[in-house]
């Protein structure tokens, strides 16, 4: 079956960095586009940003250009969303997704498969 495992995340003070990774398997990595979305208690989950299947397109949310880069390799079925200059309202529940379609897509019900979700926890 199809599983995206989540790895890093934890707990980091203002302007640290972290990596979460996310590994594939049960899918053709490579055919689907990735996001990372996260959600803080009693908000709706958000798109952080999206990457294309070959990798060679991005985005990020407003909110963390310049701070978060995502990037994958195919030959590794693996996903990496780059944390860096962290903020206390980047705390949140993280999760990566897979979609199947196309083209890219920015809301929740277009995403296929998730991961487990992994806490990022920035304190001031």
């Known amino acids: 079956q199809v599983q995206l495992v989540q790895s890093g995340g934890g707990l980091v003070q203002a302007g640290g960095s972290l990596t979460l990774s996310c590994a594939a398997s049960g899918l053709s990595f490579s055919k689907y586009t990735m996001g990372w979305f996260r959600q803080a208690p009693g908000q709706e989950r958000e798109l952080v940003a999206t990457?294309?299947?070959?990798?060679?397109?991005?985005n990020v949310a407003n909110f963390v250009k310049g701070r978060f880069t995502f990037s994958r390799d195919n030959a590794k079925n693996t996903a990496y969303l780059q944390m860096n200059s962290l903020k206390p309202e980047d705390t949140a529940v993280y999760y990566c997704?897979?979609?199947?379609?196309?083209?890219?897509?920015?809301?929740?019900?277009?995403?296929?498969?998730w991961g487990q979700g992994t806490q990022v926890t920035v304190s001031s």
């Open positions: 997704a897979a979609d199947g379609h196309v083209q890219v897509q920015t809301t929740v019900e277009y995403y296929d498969f």
């Open positions: 990457i294309t299947r070959s990798g060679s397109s991005t």
